[in-house]
């Protein structure tokens, strides 16, 4: 063989090998876009069939899973999918987020309020209730088992409320009342916060922007937020239309700066003030009498009422 064929041929597997390289790569992107849109899909399938048994709350899944996701993404598109801007965008972005992340958290609270009170269920459910038992009849709808969350949950979650212990899980993929509570771990809040934002305006809003298409640019954006709204269905609707400020301004935010840092600092802002509102309230604290010997002090003992006169009717009063 000649050195022009061989050469040649080194050409061709080169070439070839390259094609292949760039298959893969196209592969492990569109891999990790459907596995970001379907983040919360995975997380729920992997806590209700293994995790959930062993007492692994479904936020802390949720998080592990998405933080996989985001290292994937930027593993196989690249870092750029975090930071394009540079740490002038990071900062710009990281000033930005505290401001905009507390009156968004304010909005969301409201959104969810709002949305809960209208639903159905809180005022007219009740009434109907009431005025059935008023008139001797059986209530239309059985009365809901309570969550620990002042956020309401799906109505999946209220039917199953204390019904599914830790050691006995479904073998379907359904919430229950201590997965829509808000956890008493604020880490777990704030990691779902960052891994999320890493993934929705890290490697989907990236993977979107790039569309040389307009309008199909805005239209993989739309996309990429509505998603994320979506993701908080787990909570109910009302919290779906809630995070949609949320989505909104966080991939502006983004898409200005072109950093995930202020995006990031908005979601852990607004989780912490979320997580601050719905924790349950603590148990008062009752204090014991102690007597000088460090023991507990006895009980004190009650006088018997002492006996009074009868009082003498004046004259134009009643007995």
């Known amino acids: 063989m000649t050195g022009g064929a061989r050469d040649a041929l080194l050409h061709l597997a080169a070439a070839r090998f390259a094609d292949g390289a760039g298959d893969a790569h196209v592969y492990l992107v ?5 596995g970001g849109a379907g983040g919360v899909a995975i997380a729920s399938h992997l806590h209700v069939r293994w995790l959930d048994r062993r007492g692994w709350p479904a936020v802390a899944v949720h998080a592990l899973v998405f933080a996989v996701l985001a290292v994937a993404g930027v593993a196989v598109i690249g870092w750029h999918t975090l930071n394009r801007g540079g740490w002038a965008g990071a900062a710009a972005g990281a000033a930005a987020g505290g401001p905009a992340g507390i009156a968004v958290s304010h909005l969301d609270l409201w959104l969810t309020r709002w949305m809960t009170r209208r639903g159905a269920g809180t005022g007219r459910a009740g009434a109907t209730r009431g005025d059935a038992a008023a008139r001797g009849r059986a209530p239309l709808t059985a009365p809901r088992p309570a969550t620990t969350s002042r956020v309401r949950a799906t109505p999946v979650a209220r039917d199953l409320a204390g019904s599914v212990s830790y050691g006995r899980s479904p073998a379907t993929w359904t919430p229950t009342a201590r997965d829509t509570a808000v956890p008493t771990a604020l880490s777990w809040l704030l990691t779902a916060a960052v891994a999320e934002e890493c993934v929705f305006r890290g490697v989907l809003t990236t993977a979107a922007a790039g569309v040389a298409w307009l ?7 739309a996309a990429a937020m509505a998603v994320f709204c979506l993701s908080h269905l787990y909570f109910g609707w009302p ?3 809630a995070k ?3 989505s909104l301004l966080a991939t502006v935010l983004v898409l200005v700066t072109g950093c995930v840092a202020g995006a ?12 601050r509102s719905a924790r349950p309230a603590p148990a008062p604290r009752t204090a014991v009498p102690r007597t000088g ?3 507990p002090a006895a009980p ?6 002492a006996a009074t006169a009868p009082r003498a009717t004046v004259a134009g009063e009643g007995p």
């Open 30 to 34: 569109a891999a990790v876009l459907v």
């Open 215 to 221: 309008p199909g640019r805005a239209a993989c954006l």
């Open 239 to 241: 919290q779906v239309a």
């Open 244 to 246: 949609a400020p949320l």
């Open 264 to 275: 990031v600092v908005m979601h852990v802002v607004v989780n912490a003030r979320v997580w």
């Open 293 to 295: 010997l460090g023991g």
């Open 300 to 305: 004190a003992r009650r006088r018997p009422p």
